[in-house]
């Protein structure tokens, strides 16, 4: 079965550490993306990234961390300079190009205390 | 900066009735996105609208595209409970990649 895989699903930790979400992907995506959804509102991008070793802000990166090693994995730390991380996070990834659609993974949910 | 509006934010309407839910946005786009989600559960994709004009249809939905508006509609036909959810539009504003500016999300519910 073709698909995103985000791990864990839900995800407890103590303000003032830094904590990595996983992103997997078996669909030979080029472009992969990190959202956060806070309660009752839309999506914001993080980070995205088109090609592996590659990726660039999106609207809301200070705080968090990515990586792209391989095509298949996109992980994004948490750091402790995220004032607000308590949220749904969010994976997505398409194909190369404007056109295509963006599949997401079940998201992480993240508490922070 | 590109501003994307949805309206109404809230809708509860009653099996079997039509309505229609509004995505404005403030900057030339040819590329527009909707998506359904469930509560607590991740995005799925229902439409890809890529030029002026642009109608899709599936099932009771049918979204369209009108760029020199800046409107997109999302219009459901005789509704049905399954239907309530909550419903993403999203603009693509960047050229040589997708860079996705979604709406607050307009939550549907429809009643028996």
């Known amino acids: 079965d073709g698909g995103i895989t985000q791990s864990p699903k839900y995800l407890f930790r103590k303000e003032g550490q830094n904590v990595t979400l996983s992103c997997e992907q078996n669909?030979?995506?080029?472009?992969m993306y990190w959202y956060r959804q806070d309660p009752g509102q839309g999506l914001r991008l993080i980070y995205y990234?088109?090609?592996?070793?590659?990726?660039q802000k999106g609207d809301i990166a200070e705080g968090y961390s990515v990586s792209r090693e391989k095509k298949e994995s996109f992980p994004l730390t948490v750091t402790s300079a995220q004032k607000n991380p308590t949220a749904f996070y969010l994976c997505?990834?398409?194909?190369?190009?404007?056109?295509?659609?963006?599949?997401f993974g079940p998201g992480t949910r993240l508490t922070v205390t | 900066e590109l501003k994307v509006e949805q309206n109404p934010l809230f809708l509860s309407m009653q099996e079997g009735k039509n309505y229609t839910i509004y995505c404005n946005y403030s900057?030339?786009?040819?590329?527009l996105y909707w998506y359904r989600q469930d509560p607590g559960k991740s995005l799925e994709s229902l439409f890809v609208?890529?030029?002026?004009?642009a109608v899709k249809q599936e099932g009771r939905l049918m979204a369209s595209l009108d760029t020199k508006a800046r409107l997109s509609t999302l219009h459901i036909t005789a509704a049905v409970h399954d239907l309530s959810a909550t419903y993403f539009c999203?603009?693509?504003?960047?050229?040589?990649?997708?860079?996705?500016?979604f709406g607050q999300g307009t939550r549907l519910t429809i009643n028996p």
């Open positions: 900057t030339t786009s040819d590329r």
């Open positions: 990234s088109q090609i592996v070793n590659d990726f």
């Open positions: 669909l030979n995506h080029d472009a």
């Open positions: 997505a990834s398409s194909m190369a190009g404007r056109s295509y659609e963006q599949y």
């Open positions: 999203a603009v693509d504003l960047q050229r040589g990649a997708q860079k996705l500016v």
């Open positions: 609208l890529l030029s002026n004009g």
